[in-house]
C-alpha cells in the first residue's frame, strides 16, 4: 500500500506538473492512485502561485500583479499543458466537425480562433477574481488561489471515475480514463470539500467556509458538463479533455469565490 501510495504522488506530479519527479510505474494501478493523489498536486501548485502572490504584495507591487502571478504560476508548474488542453478542446468543440476530425484538428500543434478566445476570457477572469480577493486581504487572495488549483485537480479525480471511456487508444487521457471508481470519487470529493470548507472557517468564518464549499462544488458542476458535452462529442475524454475540465474548474471556483 506504501509503494502504490509513493506511484501514485509520483505519478500525479510527475504528469500534472513540472516539479521534477520521476514516474517509476504507468500501469492501471498507478493512474487509479495518481488521479486519486490529483489534488495533492493541485494543492502544491496553488501552494506556490499563493506564495508568490504575498510576497509580490509584501514588495508593495499591489494586488493586480499579485492576481497575475497567482494565474501565471500555475501555468508555468503545468507548462502550460492545462491552458493547452482548453485551447485544443474549445477548437474541437468550436469546429462543428463529426468526432474524427474533431479529433484531428485537437491533435494539432496550433491553436485556432476558438482557443485564442476561449484562453483570452479565461485568464481575464482569473486575473480580475484574484485581483478582487488579493484586494481584499493577502489571506483571501491566497486562499483562493490555492483552493481553485485544488478544485482543478479534483475535477481531474472525478473526470477518471469509471464509466468515462477514452475517446483514443493512447495518450494520458486513455491511461486514466475509467480508473477511479465512483464511489472513491464520491469520498475524495467530500474529503477535499470539507478540508477547504475547515480551512476557510478557521479562517475568516462560517460563511467563509459555506462559500468555499459551494467554489469548490460549482467548479465540479462545471467542469463535470463539460466532460459530459466532450464526451458526446467525441466519444471519450482525451489529454485535452482533462486540461479543458481542470482550467474550466478553477476559473469557476474563482469566480463562486468573488461572487457575495
Avoid at 460563511?207 to 459551494?214: G, I, Q, S, T, V
Amino acid at each position: 500500500m506504501t509503494s502504490l501510495l509513493s506511484d501514485g504522488i509520483r505519478f500525479a506530479f510527475g504528469t500534472l506538473t513540472v516539479l521534477p519527479v520521476r514516474v517509476t510505474r504507468w500501469d492501471r494501478e498507478a493512474a487509479r492512485a495518481g488521479m486519486l493523489c490529483a489534488p495533492l498536486a493541485g494543492l502544491v501548485v496553488g501552494l506556490c502561485a499563493a506564495a508568490l502572490g504575498c510576497v509580490l504584495l509584501l514588495l508593495g507591487s499591489g494586488p493586480l500583479l499579485a492576481a497575475v502571478a497567482g494565474a501565471a504560476v500555475p501555468a508555468a508548474l503545468t507548462r502550460g499543458l492545462h491552458l493547452d488542453g482548453l485551447a485544443d478542446t474549445a477548437d474541437g468543440l468550436g469546429s462543428g466537425k463529426p468526432a474524427e476530425e474533431a479529433l484531428r484538428i485537437m491533435k494539432q500543434s496550433d491553436i485556432g480562433p476558438f482557443g485564442v478566445i476561449t484562453l483570452l476570457f479565461v485568464l481575464l477572469a482569473q486575473v480580475a477574481v484574484l485581483f478582487e480577493l488579493y484586494a481584499a486581504g493577502w489571506a483571501h487572495g491566497a486562499v483562493g488561489a490555492a483552493v481553485s488549483a485544488v478544485a482543478a485537480r479534483l475535477a481531474l479525480t472525478l473526470a477518471s471515475r469509471t464509466g468515462v471511456p477514452p475517446a483514443r487508444p493512447d495518450g494520458l487521457g486513455a491511461a486514466v480514463a475509467g480508473t477511479v471508481s465512483v464511489r472513491t470519487a464520491v469520498a475524495v470529493t467530500v474529503l477535499v470539500t470539507a478540508t477547504c470548507a475547515g480551512v476557510a472557517g478557521a479562517l475568516f468564518g462560517p460563511y467563509a467556509a459555506l462559500r468555499h464549499a459551494a467554489a469548490v462544488l460549482a467548479a465540479l458542476a462545471a467542469a463535470q458538463l463539460l466532460l459530459r458535452h466532450c464526451v458526446r462529442r467525441f466519444g471519450g475524454v482525451t489529454g485535452d479533455v482533462f486540461g479543458g475540465v481542470a482550467e474550466t474548474a478553477a476559473t469557476a471556483a474563482l469566480v463562486v469565490l468573488m461572487l457575495g
